[in-house]
């Protein structure tokens, strides 16, 4: 202890204390020493302890942390501060700070025992820290708590980099929690703060509180040195007390639970149940009404977690087992509706057959009867369910060496096992079993009757997909084994890290660390589980559920994480996709692709290319050689041409790319005999000259057409050679960069739209591009991109030269499909800016109208009413008229880019079938695929042109080859 205060019997834990008021004295009494409540017994097992010590005039609070723990100079002066002192000086001899132990430095002061204090971040304390600090009884209750706010910011700061972890936090927060519901309404003003500061402090102080509520229940179940059952019962506790004041906050917080948490959740509610039945009905209430809203709004991700929610509270005992069975009746009666998507009964059979696994045991206990029932309803409706939509969700057409199985036969195959196992399993925590004895006394709750509802026609229902499979036992032969495909463990491992992805995908470096400190990681080979999960939503089909940079991102983090084991790992899932490339999904290459180009750029392009020398032998057009290059031109993009020279080895000249070198017609020797020559010559000089618009056209005007027969009007507004000749000068003058480009865009940009007013003068400037910059796609894509935004070309005519002859020795690069999607997008940006403008319009007309209705009838309102009214109409017209046309140029853009896919597949078809060869070559299987991804990625969009594709282009008279793929497309919504 410290000089001049005397140990007391305050050490010891006492019972919760909800009162401030100071203990009574005898003379010659030694001074009392106060509790912490339910926390001092807890601090006191971590290795750390808080007391308060009342004397005569004044009240002491020794804080004391385990040994291990970080610490700052800024944080210690926050927290004394709050007690109401100065920023104590620093010692002259820094390295001596232990002899603060000895030096008593005032009413208010830090002391710490055997550490040292400095500015910056103390990297750990030899011994335990301990602050005191003493104040007048009369301020006792409003310092008191601020000093402990106070520590209990820096307890936070501190403690997250400690072994103890959220333990200290949270044991500091449930003594907040404890004994701040009587504080007194009296407030004093002293030195450091005013009046004013304790009334804004007064009325933050119930959110401050729910804010610390929010954070014990998010952060229970954390690493800690405490065990999780002590820990759900302090927690327990301390909300106990405060549900009378903060019981809607708790089931907000509750009802949007963290799904990787799940059996801790409930567990905690099943301990809240045992103790207030109230609040177990209200809490069930509550969720009930979070899952009807999250169905109406089309939520159904959160909805599928709040059923397995309710489905867990049965094993704590909160909900009584034959209302749960009769809920997922309910759910599987949608599959006897008529005229309903699939999607929509495929959706709820999921949602029964996933939270088996965690409630399956329970319920066939007690309802097996009405369980085998339920199963056979399910069987029945999986056999006869449609599966066309599987191979446009595949991520490799084969089936060896694994099954791509689609997602509820799969999940139906783990149900059957842990069926047949007498659903048992060992991945799934359970922490209500310690608390049996307890739960099992509770009174249970039943479930309100739950109807699912409606089918709605705009109702956006998840698309089914296919179960990734990547690694089996035989790949991670060292460790411990790896569950098979249709045991119920892959499933649950599976779906917690997708979970752990969810929460966390936007902060990389806590994604990666909840991943590799999965509970359970000592069973299975979790590298391999990760690897495998990551890809997984990489390669989902249609889309992956977060931007693509997020998974390199994060797989980078883990190899720096994991530096001995994860990086391996990643190895040998590359050199396994590389094997299998034949027989991928063309989209999951473009994915592969980008992400491969982007990881080799963070660890300086080193890859054991000689080990993927078999690309050279092939065929130029098959998958592996033409990875091997867009992979080499993706890094170019992201380092540079010279650098990737060197990296490769000599072998692979033949695959990289070419130099990113601008090729200008009109010099050298032979341009001066090229028709034109003069003229760019003279164009040329009268940029460098800064000669105006109207210069330039009188110059371009007398230059006479390439085919001076062509007399007709068309020909008088299209010369091809003024384009060819215009736009390569401009782009050979602007070539130095893509800020010049863009430059030289904007400054000519009323002669290029006077050069493309008809549509074969924006097909012709599309290629004058593609010729000059034809060895750097990335310059053709972005100087594409400032066309279409600048309107100097149309998304149709993008598309029209996509498709062209011109094109067609490109037809299969990722650079050609890269710009093609892009325009498809923009064109959807367009399309849906005008839509928000004419909703917006609407909105004001509608609230002009209530205005006018409750404004009464003064005629000089009426009046101006009316004006404004007038004018909002006419605008809307306008803007409605701008839909229409807009809508019209949508749809036209996708009649033009599937009218030219049928027109190639149908000529290919045609021309094997003459010669009598197999119309499975590389160049049919990419394009198939290709026009699969445009089906995919732009569903939403193409939706509402449906019937238009049925009845002029995917009609019955269609090639079959060519038809299955636009119904494949419709049975995912179907």
Not at 550 to 562: A, P, S, V
Not at 944 to 970: K, M, R, S, W
């Amino acid at each position: 202890m410290f000089q001049g205060e005397r140990r007391t019997r305050g050490h010891q834990a006492l019972p919760p204390c909800r009162s401030w008021s100071s203990p009574r004295r005898n003379d010659g009494e030694e001074d009392e020493a106060w509790g912490v409540g339910g926390v001092g017994g807890d601090l006191m097992d971590l290795g750390g302890s808080i007391h308060f010590h009342d004397h005569d005039r004044s009240v002491t609070c020794v804080f004391t942390l385990p040994v291990k723990c970080s610490f700052s100079h800024r944080a210690f002066c926050q927290a004394q501060r709050a007690w109401g002192s100065s920023t104590p000086k620093k010692p002259r001899n820094v390295d001596s700070v232990s002899r603060w132990t000895s030096a008593w430095w005032g009413p208010g002061h830090v002391l710490v025992n055997g550490g040292r204090l400095r500015e910056g971040l103390v990297a750990a304390a030899p011994d335990p820290i301990t602050s005191t600090s003493t104040t007048s009884i009369s301020f006792r209750r409003h310092k008191v708590y601020n000093f402990l706010w106070a520590v209990e910011r820096w307890g936070s700061s501190c403690c997250s980099k400690s072994e103890t972890g959220p333990a200290s936090e949270a044991m500091i927060g449930r003594f907040l929690m404890t004994h701040t519901g009587k504080m007194s309404r009296r407030r004093h003003s002293d030195e450091g703060d005013g009046g004013q500061a304790h009334k804004r402090r007064r009325t933050s102080e119930p959110t401050e509180i729910e804010d610390r509520l929010e954070s014990l229940i998010c952060r229970v179940g954390e690493k800690s040195t405490s065990s999780l059952e002590s820990n759900l019962e302090g927690l327990a506790g301390v909300l106990e007390a405060d549900l009378p004041n903060y019981k809607n906050k708790i089931l907000r917080i509750f009802a949007r639970t963290l799904p990787e948490k799940l059996t801790v959740y409930t567990t905690l509610v099943g301990l809240l149940n045992a103790r207030n039945y109230n609040f177990g009905g209200e809490f069930v209430e509550a969720m009930i009404r979070q899952l009807k809203e999250t169905l109406k709004n089309n939520f159904y991700n959160e909805a599928l977690y709040l059923v397995r929610f309710l489905s867990d509270l049965v094993n704590c005992h909160v909900i009584a087992a034959p209302s749960m069975v009769a809920m997922f009746e309910n759910f599987i009666s949608v599959t006897q509706e008529d005229d309903v998507p699939q999607v929509r009964s495929d959706w709820f059979v999921h949602v029964v057959l996933s939270c088996l696994p965690w409630v399956g045991k329970e319920l066939y206990e007690k309802k097996d009867v009405e369980m085998d029932r339920l199963l056979s309803q399910i069987e029945g409706y999986l056999k006869r369910r449609s599966k066309t939509h599987v191979p446009m969700l595949q991520v490799w057409t084969a089936e060896k060496p694994h099954p791509q199985e689609e997602y509820l036969d799969c999940l139906w195959a783990q149900i059957q096992k842990l069926k047949k196992d007498r659903w048992q399993e060992r991945h799934i925590l359970r922490p209500y079993i310690a608390f049996d004895s307890v739960l099992c006394e509770a009174l249970q709750h039943n479930l309100p009757p739950f109807t699912p509802p409606g089918h709605m026609p705009d109702a956006q229902y998840p698309m089914p997909r296919v179960v990734f499979r990547m690694f089996d036992y035989t790949d991670a032969p060292e460790g411990p084994v790896m569950p098979g495909s249709h045991s119920v463990e892959r499933l649950v491992i599976e779906e917690n890290l997708h979970c752990i992805i969810k929460s966390h995908w936007k902060e990389r470096k806590s994604c990666a660390a909840q991943l590799l400190s999965y509970p359970g990681k000592n069973k299975i080979p979790l590298n391999y589980h990760i690897v495998e999960v990551i890809f997984g939503e990489l390669f989902q089909l249609p889309c992956a559920p977060h931007i693509d940079v997020m998974y390199t991102t994060l797989l980078i983090e883990l190899c720096k994480l994991q530096p001995g084991s994860l990086p391996q790992v990643l190895a040998q899932a590359t050199e396994m996709l590389y094997m299998r490339l034949d027989t991928m999904n063309t989209t999951c290459i473009d994915r592969l692709i980008n992400w491969f180009s982007h990881h080799l750029s963070n660890f300086q392009f080193r890859w054991s290319w000689d080990d993927w020398a078999d690309c050279l032998t092939l065929d130029a057009e098959k998958p592996k050689p033409k990875f091997v290059k867009e992979v080499l031109e993706k890094s170019m993009r992201l380092s540079y041409h010279q650098r990737i020279v060197d990296i490769v080895p000599a072998g692979f000249t033949a695959l990289i790319p070419a130099e990113p070198s601008f090729h200008y017609k009109y010099e050298g020797e032979s341009a001066a005999l090229l028709p034109g020559y003069q003229t760019a010559i003279t164009v040329g000089n009268a940029i460098k000259n800064r000669a105006s618009n109207e210069e330039i056209l009188t110059i371009l005007k007398e230059m006479p057409k390439p085919n001076q027969e062509d007399d007709d009007d068309e020909g008088e507004s299209f010369n091809p050679l003024k384009t060819e000749v215009f736009l390569q000068t401009l782009l050979h003058l602007a070539a130095k960069s893509f800020s010049h480009s863009f430059s030289a865009l904007a400054k000519f940009h009323e002669i290029l739209k006077v050069l493309t007013e008809s549509d074969e003068g924006k097909l012709h400037i599309l290629r004058v591009v593609y010729e000059v910059w034809r060895n750097h796609p990335q310059m053709i894509s972005v100087l594409v991109d400032k066309m279409i935004r600048t309107q100097i070309v149309d998304c149709a005519a993008v598309a029209n030269w996509l498709f062209s002859q011109n094109m067609a020795h490109e037809f299969t690069r990722l650079y050609v499909w890269e710009i093609l999607h892009s325009t498809i997008r923009k064109m959807n940006k367009h399309v849906q800016k005008i839509q928000k403008e004419l909703e917006e319009v609407k909105a004001r007309l509608d609230k002009q109208q209530h205005k006018k209705r409750d404004s009464g009838d003064e005629e000089d309102m009426e009046k101006n009413s009316e004006d404004e009214e007038g004018q909002l109409e006419e605008q809307i017209e306008r803007l409605q008229e701008k839909v229409e046309s807009a809508q019209s140029e949508q749809k036209n853009l996708f009649l033009v880019i599937f009218q030219r896919f049928i027109m190639m597949l149908t000529e290919h078809l045609v021309r094997c079938e003459t010669a009598s060869v197999d119309i499975n070559t590389p160049w049919y299987k990419t394009c198939t695929e290709r026009l699969q991804q445009i089906f995919l990625m732009h569903h939403v969009t193409i939706q509402p042109y449906v019937g238009t594709l049925e009845n002029l282009l995917f009609t019955a008279e269609l090639d079959p080859h060519i038809l299955a793929v636009y119904q494949q497309f419709c049975a995912l919504q179907l």
